[in-house]
């Protein structure tokens, strides 16, 4: 009876370490390539906290990943301004990748240039917007991904190889695996 009470136990630990095995393989396939899983520090987290805070941003949210060898280099906020940015950077400065979070519509002070709609996760909307200080200076153009997550208005944009005012499918990616980040 002891026997066979042991293999049971056995064959139930076999069964459970390759279920956790098979997703934690399936996390990482989640990353595209290229990428890599985003690590914050506890100070990080506490600025950034403390940043929305400033704004009134209740609930906060951070990609699950970046471009590898990105880091976040900076969170702007100031008086005046409505909306907090997380901005990650690798260490040319060649490619990154801006998060803007606002508690409400955030106006882009510019001119639009072009607008495509969208879906994150197939359900959320959201638009792609070019946009500029001036209707012919189509060359300063920047553009983001714009769209409300929760209570929390999100534009993603993204320079990557010196190219800034594009659409990057990878911009959509980071969108559609945001997480809220967790004190």
């Known amino acids: 009876m002891v026997r066979y009470f042991l293999v049971f136990l056995l064959s139930c630990v076999v069964f459970i370490s390759g279920c956790t095995q098979e997703s934690q393989t399936a996390s990482k ?42 880091k976040l ?10 909306y907090f940015s997380l901005l990650f950077s690798n260490e040319n400065e060649d490619t990154y990748l801006n998060v803007q979070e606002s508690p409400g519509e955030v106006l882009l002070g510019g001119v639009i240039i072009e607008e495509k709609e969208t879906k994150i996760n197939n359900d959320i909307p959201a638009k792609w917007i070019s946009f500029s200080n001036h ?18 208005f999100i534009m993603i944009s993204e320079k990557v190889n010196g190219k800034k005012n594009e659409f990057t499918k ?13 004190k």
């Open 29 to 70: 396939q989640a990353i595209p390539e290229g990428f890599e899983a985003l690590t914050l520090t506890d100070q990080q987290k506490k600025e950034i906290f403390e940043a929305a805070e400033k704004v009134g941003v209740d609930k906060v949210f951070v990609p699950s990943f970046v471009r590898k060898g990105q």
């Open 73 to 82: 280099e900076k969170i702007v906020t100031g008086d005046q301004v409505l």
């Open 135 to 152: 209707k012919d200076n189509i060359e300063g153009a920047s553009s983001g991904l714009y769209f409300q997550q929760d209570t929390t």
């Open 170 to 182: 990878s911009a959509e990616e980071v969108a559609t695996f945001l997480k809220p980040l967790i």
